[in-house]
Structure formats: C-alpha cells, structure tokens
T-cell receptor
Framework: DTGVSQDPRHKITKRGQNVTFRCDPISEHNRLYWYRQTLGQGPEFLTYFQNEAQLEKSRLLSDRFSAERPKGSFSTLEIQRTEQGDSAMYLC???????????FGPGTRLTVT | GDSVTQMEGPVTLSEEAFLTINCTYTATGYPSLFWYVQYPGEGLQLLLKATKADDKGSNKGFEATYRKETTSFHLEKGSVQVSDSAVYFCALQGRGRRALTFGSGTRLQVQP
C-alpha cells in the first residue's frame, strides 16, 4: 500500500490551454474524490466516484471540468481552456467505503499564467 | 448548506503550552466530524474523528468532543511540541453524503 498518488505534482500552464491530472487511489478503495484547495482555504469538494460511476458533482465543477474513472481504478481530471482562477491545489482522496476515512494524496499544484 | 467555521490563525505557542483550536459547524441532521492535519510539504492526514454526539475522538495526544448542543468540535492538546506545527482543518460529513466540508484551516506554530 503506497497511498494515494497524484501526477504531476506541479503544473504551470498558459491561460487557454488544457490540462489533465491523474490520481491513483489506494488499490482496494472503490471510492474516489476530487477536491480543490486555494491558498489559505480548506479543500472544496468537486466530484466523487464509486467504482467507475460518477455519483456526485459540485456546482464548482463548471463545464470546462471533466473527470473520469475508467474501469474503476485511476481517475483523471481535465480542465479545458484554463483560466487564472483555476490556479489551485487539486487534491484526490480515496476511501474503502461510504463511511470510511478519506485518504488524501499530495495534490497537484496548478498555476495558470 | 453545510459549513464549518474555525478560529483564524496563525496560533503561536511555546512548547508544552496548552492548545485549543475552536471549530463550530452548521449542518442538517447529525454529521460526522473530523480533524485533519497538514504538515509542511505533506498531504492531508486524518487526525481524529467523532461520529455521534458526545463522542470523543483522540489521537497523538489531541482530543475533540462532539458537542451537539453547541455545534462544536474544538481541538485540544495538553502539551504541544515543535513537531505539532502544521495546519489543522476541521471538517464534517453530512448524513448520507460522501463529500467532506472543510473549514479554512488554522496554522499552528510551536516555538521551542
């Protein structure tokens, strides 16, 4: 068990470009979550998967954001046409069940210039 | 909607001092409550949790009691160490929900 991993750890992109982040959950965890954290704030929920099904999406997840979890294993979060306001830390978490502890990855820091 | 309010930081203490970080919440029904900690350069880690009223969560010398009447979940430690320097987040999980709702975090700095 190596914990939740995220790739890349840092991403700098120009406004208008598309970016994609990857999250690998703990292997036996069937639930996966994405959060966004801006400087000085706590994480804010974006979306949640149970296996490959995306069961909940926050209002924060605009049309430019899309998340997938093919085959119920790793997940990707894509942001299209990035804006400066998208600059944040994107956190992934996984849990073994609905009431189980959420284990967080180290995050991907996105900077949009 | 659900929300969590934490005391603002930074909180600066000397080693062996008593720590309290206040946390209050607003939620429908009876949520589960959590304290997460983020050490410098590391990811969020669960510190402790409580799932029903009057439960006390504890870990590594930290404690917090779920107080329904005051909708609070204050974090306490009797004697802090330099290694406790980190950002502490209070969070809740509403009944039937999967997402966590976090407070804005409180930075703790412990000086030798």
């Amino acid at each position: 068990d190596t914990g939740v991993s995220q790739d890349p750890r840092h991403k700098i992109t120009k406004r208008g470009q598309n970016v994609t982040f990857r999250c690998d959950p703990i292997s036996e965890h069937n639930r996966l979550y994405w959060y966004r954290q801006t400087l000085g704030q706590g994480p804010e929920f974006l979306t949640y998967f149970q296996n490959e099904a995306q069961l909940e999406k926050s209002r924060l997840l605009s049309d430019r954001f899309s998340a997938e979890r093919p085959k119920g294993s790793f997940s990707t979060l894509e942001i299209q046409r990035t804006e400066q306001g998208d600059s944040a830390m994107y956190l992934c978490a996984s849990s073994p069940g609905p009431e189980g502890e959420q284990y967080f990855g180290p995050g991907t820091r996105l900077t949009v210039t | 909607g659900d929300s969590v309010t934490q005391m603002e930081g930074p909180v600066t203490l000397s080693e062996e001092a008593f720590l309290t970080i206040n946390c209050t919440y607003t939620a429908t029904g009876y949520p589960s409550l959590f304290w997460y900690v983020q050490y410098p350069g590391e990811g969020l880690q669960l510190l402790l949790k409580a799932t029903k009223a009057d439960d006390k969560g504890s870990n590594k010398g930290f404690e917090a009691t779920y107080r329904k009447e005051t909708t609070s979940f204050h974090l306490e430690k009797g004697s802090v160490q330099v290694s406790d320097s980190a950002v502490y987040f209070c969070a809740l999980q509403g009944r039937g929900r999967r997402a966590l709702t976090f407070g804005s975090g409180t930075r703790l700095q412990v000086q030798p």
